[in-house]
């Protein structure tokens, strides 16, 4: 039954947005506001699809310890579910994306009109230092900023370092960091093609206190993602 609902839910996933990307290319020309709201109408519409086909829903804790005005969410990467959840809960975030994606017929094109805050992981200084202008200019509009701080998704279990993109923005932004944990490569791992029904949960912590010099800031940051991700896996697998 699992197999037959991920193909199912695979088949409809690239058939319907195939058919949503060709038909939305004249959207192109409008407003990166309106882009980001209709990008997620079509998020909203692929986590429905993963609930509905597959039987993956979610829930999110620890809502209360986010600080009022713009964030820095420092979120645990497994799944192309996270990509797609944290735009349609948040609102109007900036999310920040690797180079590399733009590259990706579509959804290059389509988060570039978005105004998605582009990062060159090779790039050294000056890439950290055009990073840090657009979460600036996202943060004076009063917009919290999306960031996979490992840079890339993981598998359940993996380490991965975290990389020095949001150490920068903790040093010069001046916005709370608040790490997030969650298990959605339980459900939907990455480069998979099973889906597996459950509940997906995403917890915010503790946001991390300011004044840190750099390695202690991503000690403290990973310590805290890492600790909890284990426990929600944890309890993905009882």
Same mark, same amino acid.
């Given at each position: ?24 290319? @004249?959207?192109?020309?409008?407003? @990166?506001?309106?882009? /980001? ?26 809502? &209360?310890?986010?600080?009022?005005? @713009? ?15 944290? *735009? ?12 590399? +994606? ?33 979460? +600036? ?11 996979? *701080?490992?840079?890339?998704? %993981? ?5 991965? @370092? ?19 944990? +969650? ?5 939907? *791992?990455? /480069? ?14 503790? *946001?991390?206190?300011?004044?840190? &010099? ?14 909890? %991700? ?9």
């Amino acid at each position: 039954m699992i197999f037959v609902r991920s193909l199912l839910f695979n088949l409809v996933f690239y058939v319907s947005s195939a058919v949503i990307a060709l038909a939305a290319l @004249p959207l192109l020309a409008l407003s @990166p506001a309106f882009m /980001r709201r209709a990008g997620a109408r079509w998020s909203g519409y692929v986590i429905w699809l993963l609930k509905v086909i597959v039987g993956a829903g979610w829930e999110v804790r620890g809502v &209360d310890r986010i600080p009022d005005g @713009p964030v820095i969410f420092g979120i645990k990467h497994q799944s192309a579910w996270d990509t797609l959840f944290f *735009p349609v809960y948040f609102g109007d975030p900036a999310m920040i994306a690797k180079k590399e +994606l733009r590259l990706i017929p579509f959804y290059g094109w389509y988060a570039w009109r978005a105004g998605a805050v582009w990062i060159d992981r090779k790039g050294g200084v000056g890439a950290l230092r055009a990073l840090i202008r657009g979460a +600036l200019d996202a943060v004076k509009h009063g917009r919290s900023i999306i960031m996979f *701080p490992q840079g890339t998704r %993981t598998l359940p279990g993996e380490k991965r @370092p975290y990389q020095p993109g949001i150490a920068a923005l903790y040093a010069n932004v001046g916005a709370p960091v608040v790490p997030v944990a +969650l298990n959605s490569g339980m459900y939907w *791992p990455k /480069r998979t093609f099973i889906k597996r029904p459950g509940t997906i949960v995403v917890e915010f912590l503790e *946001p991390v206190p300011p004044g840190l &010099d750099r390695a202690a800031f991503l000690d403290v940051l990973a310590e805290r993602i890492e600790a909890a %991700t284990e426990r929600l896996e944890a309890g993905a697998r009882n």
